[in-house]
């Protein structure tokens, strides 16, 4: 029966494209009110100034495709 239920699941699941993260590493500062700050050592790259230049670039780039449905 588990068997089957995880075939069932696994037709189920949508297939999943790999996506890169950053390195997970942080760095950790306790404040002396209890607060904990966390950051990531390495720098961000480049992004654009606000999601609608994505918005303009896609829509120059592939017009035909559907941004919401």
Known sequence: MARADAMLRS???????????????VVVERKSDGS???RSPHALMPY????????????TKA???VFRA
Do not use: F
């Not at 699941?13 to 997970?24: E, K, Q």
């Not at 654009?48 to 829509?59: E, G, N, R, Y």
């Open 63 to 65: 017009p035909e495709c």
């Open 36 to 38: 904990i700050l966390m």
């Open 11 to 25: 037709e189920q699941t949508p297939p999943l494209r790999p996506v890169r993260l950053g390195p997970a590493d």
């Open 48 to 59: 654009p100034p606000s999601v609608t230049t994505w918005l303009d670039h896609w829509a």
